[in-house]
């Protein structure tokens, strides 16, 4: 072999051995960065906890299953709950059920689907307190459809013979309110009309 085959051989080995040294350095710091992130967390700084997985996903070319349970859980405590639902079914498709995690995590995601909905329902809440308490709805037009009838002036309810239908009480047979009406109805205030 030649001298000049002999150093293209040395070049590539050197090379390589500096880009698997620092693909390890990258690695070490990856997992230095989750170790500093599990220790946050279980002090309760799960803020910090927060940005050292963060920093942690992005020096690392595969997933370890674990990162998803802690990230999961310190997403649970941060009231991301969602997210929380999202890294902990993230874990359960890695480990399945044989995982070291897989009793903490079925708990984690019961809690955090318990929460996401009473999260869910208090912004329902506290949409509807907004409409009908704290103000007027500004409609977008003069007239409303009516939420009772759907803008059909109709309400179809089943009967013993069939489908039996009545006349809208708020809206009559034009399914529609004015914009005073239909904030009326919100606020429950909104007397039924008088239906021949």
Known sequence: MSLSKHLVVLFILT???????????????????????????????????????????????????????????????????????????????????????????????????????????????????QLTTQGYFDCPSDYMHCPLCNGTGVLITPGKFGAVYQTCPYSGLSGKLTCDEYNQYLRGELEKKKVD
């Open 15 to 129: 090379l390589s051995w500096q880009v698997s040294s620092a693909q390890g350095i990258i690695k070490r710091d990856a997992l230095t960065s989750m170790d500093r992130g599990v220790e946050a967390m279980e002090n309760g700084y799960y803020e910090a906890a927060d940005q050292f997985f963060r920093d942690a996903l992005s020096k690392m070319t595969k997933l370890p299953s674990n990162l998803a349970y802690y990230f999961g859980r310190n997403s649970y405590h941060l009231g991301k709950y969602k997210q929380a639902i999202n890294w902990l079914n993230k874990y359960m498709e890695l480990k399945g059920t044989t995982g070291q995690y897989y009793d903490e995590v079925s708990n984690y995601i019961e809690l955090a689907n318990e929460a996401f909905r009473k999260q869910r329902e208090d912004e329902i809440d506290r949409t509807q307190k």
